[in-house]
Each structure stands twice: as C-alpha cells, then as structure tokens.
C-alpha cells in the first residue's frame, strides 16, 4: 500500500486511541469519534479530524473502523438515521469482541443501509495496540479481506482471514474464554499458595519450568501481589460481558459449560464489588477474599 487512505474509526477509548495513533503514523487521513468528545480530542494534535458526530466522521471516509464495547454500542452509534443514511457505499469493519450471531446481524443490517462489512476482532491489549503488535483475526469474503488488508497491518503485523462472517468472532470469544478461564485458575493457585504459608517465588520457579505455564501469569503477577488493578488494559466489566457471550454462545452449540459457570459467578462479583473499571486482574482479589465479597445471590 503505497497511498493513504480516507479512514474513520469511531470509538477512541482504551483500545481505540492507539489504534487510531497507528493509522495517523501510517499516514493515513483520520477522521475519529468518540461518544465522550474528551477521549478522542488528544488526538486532533497528532492530525486526526475529530467529529462532533459519527455521520460526520463516516462521511468524511471510505473505511471505517470500530471499537466500541459491546453490540448495543456499535447500534446506538451506528445505525441511527443519520449515521445509517451515510454509510452507504462504504466498508464497516467492526474490531470489538461480540457474539458470531450479532456479527452476522450486525453484516444484514449494514447492507439493507449499502454497506460492506468485515469483521477483524483483536487479541492484545493497550500495549500491542501501542506498539501494533495485535493479533487481527478477519471474516467475510475474502476479496474484502485483501482490500483492506494493509490497513489492518497497522494493528498487527500479520492479518490472518479466518473464513465468513461469524468466523472471526467465535474464534476471538474463544481466545477471550481463555483469559478468564486461566487467570482464574491462576488466581486460585496463587491465592493458595500464599495461604498456606509456600514461598511464592518458589511457586512461580517451578510454575515456569512446568507445562502448566502460559505467559499471561507472569504478565498479572505483579499487579496480584501489589493488589494493584488501576489504570486497566483490560477493563473487568468487558471481560464479563465477553465470558456471557461466550457462555450463551457455547451453550447454543450444545457444548457442557459447567466449567465456565464458576469463572462467569468470580467475574461477575468482581462488578458486584465495585471492581468492573478495574483490570480484570482483580479476580484474584475476588477469589483471595472468599466470602467477604459477597455472593450473587
């Protein structure tokens, strides 16, 4: 790709600002919104348009990126008369984590309105969005994928297509299942540990030597043992709102969740607790707490 292009990205929040600092780096033309104006005017300093609304920013663009929280969000935001009547013509690619289904809801809606649709979820947080190191998984026809392939290599150096629409998006909740699924684990085994009087680094050394390590342990641990979950890369409420989506949709393929239902009751007392803008790292804090945090009832 060897010319800029006209791009839009709506939604300048964690994830979303740094995204949009890659595409300004690359040299492409940026017209950027943000429900709460505040999060997105830093980067007018770096060249980007900020709009006052997103119709404004979709018409100022060719492309137009998302990364908003949750399917209802990209709604509100998108498919408002006004914002719906200027998509037409233009490629919607949605990069947030939601459900396969609302996806595949999300492609029909935008094409009744003469828009295209693509789907890239990502996996990384703050850091490899900074650094354009995420991993960027796309579906839809796969011509679409190749059109704006260069452009997702600003988030990630290697673009993979997974297939059709809803591809994409099951493989990311899967990924995203994972996180909680280990960092509980973990927590649970690092908050025994502790209890029972075993030397942490002792813990950690052999932990590492183990088949059982996955580096996102030693990525936590500091935060764990500070008890310090401010200033998140990975908010809590969004990781309950992606273990519930995973849930509902592993159920409806007929797949046992038991085991997710004890990760989705610790997620969901750490919002309980006060602790949904926290890292999600904080689900140690909910398990190493016990009872003391209360029950969902």
Same mark, same amino acid.
């Given at each position: 790709?060897t010319t ?14 740094p ?18 104006v ?9 060249g980007?348009?900020v709009?006052?609304?997103?119709a404004?920013?979709?018409?100022a ?5 998302l990364m ?10 998108l498919?408002t ?9 233009k ?8 459900a ?16 295209s ?12 969005a900074?650094e354009g190191?995420l991993l960027?998984?796309?579906?839809g026809?796969q ?9 997702l290599?600003?988030?990630g150096?290697d ?11 099951a ?12 960092? @509980? #684990?973990f +927590?649970?085994? &690092?908050?025994f540990?502790?209890?029972? !009087?075993v030397?942490r680094?002792?813990?950690? $050394? /052999? ?7 996955a580096?996102?342990?030693d ?6 043992v ?6 998140p890369h990975f908010?809590a ?11 509902? @949709? #592993?159920? +409806?393929?007929n &797949? ?5 239902? !004890? ?6 007392? $750490? /919002?309980?607790?006060?602790s ?8 140690f804090?909910?398990?190493r707490?016990g009872?003391?945090?209360g029950?969902?009832?």
């Open positions: 790709m800029s292009e006209k791009v839009a990205l709506i939604g300048t929040g964690l994830m979303g600002r995204m949009a600092e890659r595409l300004l780096k690359a040299g492409h033309r940026l017209s950027v919104y943000n429900r709460t505040e999060k997105a005017q830093p980067l007018e300093a770096l980007a348009t709009a006052a609304r997103a404004e920013a979709i018409e663009a060719d492309v137009v990126f908003l929280a949750d399917h209802p969000a990209i709604c509100d935001v498919l008369p006004e914002a719906a009547a200027a998509i037409s013509g490629t919607i690619v949605q990069m947030g984590t939601i396969p289904q609302q996806s595949i809801s999300l492609e029909r809606s935008l094409a009744e309105h003469g828009a649709y693509l789907e890239a979820p990502v996996l990384g947080s703050t850091p490899q900074a190191k960027v998984m796309a579906g026809p011509e679409r994928f190749e059109r704006w392939a260069g452009l290599s600003c988030f150096p673009p993979l297509y997974i297939g059709e629409v809803g591809k994409a998006a493989l990311k909740l899967a990924m995203n299942q994972l996180i909680a699924g280990l960092t @509980a #684990a +927590s649970l085994s &690092l908050a540990v502790e209890k029972s !009087g030397s680094d002792l813990f950690m $050394a /052999l932990l590492r030597k183990s088949a059982l390590y580096p996102t342990f990525k936590k641990l500091d935060r764990m500070d008890r310090n979950f401010a200033n908010p409420k969004h990781l309950a709102k992606d273990v519930r989506l995973f849930g509902a @949709a #592993a159920e +409806s393929a &797949l046992d969740t038991a085991g997710l239902e !004890g990760v989705k009751r610790i997620v969901e007392r $750490a /919002l309980e607790s006060g949904g803008e926290d890292d999600y790292a904080v689900i804090d909910v398990i707490k009872n003391q945090t029950s969902t009832g």
